[in-house]
């Protein structure tokens, strides 16, 4: 699992990004980092946070820059350890060092959201566009939310658009959703419902329960496509049965 916090990006619960890690491109740990590492991964999953903290700390101490991630994230989480934003931000950025996507884009969001430092959008955006330019989805995604909000930048709606199409390529459902809602409101571009509605769709049928919503609105309404309210029911029924996802935003 990696971070997020909040509901704009990567969310307090890290969400998990498409990209490929340091490791998986072919960047081979020595043998004893990568065993430490997979040691600290299996007790991890397995809810055994208190071994798994200390092993990933062993792996850290060798450089491995994923093992460095993780601890940002148990201590943002609490996870073995107490809540510790200041100790989260340290090896966030000893990861980031490290050329770890996943870290930039936390660390972007602890710059977000003020947490272990003063909010900075300043430097919250240098980190998820470092990210981002590495291929991570989720930091796409809030680089789209800030230039869209008008948040450290001026609103942008056709610079959100671009980062949300490249997000909506790796797969992001909420970027998907994202893009929908400026079809639906035209911002950035023409007013176009049915544009809309083949977004919110695709973020649907990934199971964003947002998105499902969307869809029942758009066919109640009969927008971008005849009113349709028995399917908007069924889309309504699906929305309220999804299980909740991580925020939208970092």
């Known amino acids: ?26 960047e081979t740990p020595l043998a004893g980092e990568a065993a430490i590492f997979k040691r ?8 055994n946070f208190g071994p798994a903290l200390r092993a990933f700390e062993e792996a850290a101490q060798l450089g491995n820059a994923e093992a460095m991630m ?4 148990m201590n943002s989480e609490g996870e073995g350890t107490a809540v510790n934003f200041d100790e989260a931000l340290a090896w966030f950025h000893k ?20 947490r272990g430092t003063p909010q900075r959008l300043d430097q919250a955006l240098k980190w998820f566009r470092n990210s981002a330019n590495l291929g991570n989805d989720q930091a796409m995604l809030n680089l789209g939310v800030m230039y869209r909000d008008g948040q450290g930048v001026p609103v942008d709606y056709a610079e959100a658009k671009g980062w949300f199409a490249k997000a909506a390529d790796a797969e992001n459902d909420k970027a998907m959703n994202n893009l929908g809602d400026l079809y639906k409101k035209g911002q950035g571009v ?22 499902m919503y969307n869809v029942g609105v758009m066919l109640e309404f009969g927008l971008g496509v005849p009113a349709d309210p028995e399917e908007a029911k069924h889309w309504y029924k699906r929305a309220a049965a999804a299980p909740e996802v991580t925020p939208s935003h970092p």
Do not use: I
């Not at 699992?1 to 072919?26: D, I, N």
């Not at 993780?70 to 994230?73: A, Q, S």
């Not at 990861?95 to 003020?114: E, P, T």
């Open 190 to 211: 023409e007013v176009d419902y049915a544009e809309a509605l083949k977004w919110y769709r695709s973020a649907a049928n990934m199971g964003n329960h947002t998105a």
């Open 40 to 47: 600290a991964m299996t007790m991890y999953q397995a809810g």
């Open 95 to 114: 990861a980031a060092a490290k050329g770890d996507s996943q870290g930039m884009c936390n660390l972007g969001s602890l710059y977000y959201q003020g």
């Open 70 to 73: 993780h601890l940002g994230v």
């Open 1 to 26: 699992m990696k971070f997020v916090l909040a509901a704009m990006f990567c969310s307090a619960a890290f969400a998990q990004s498409q990209q490929q890690t340091p490791q998986q491109k072919g």
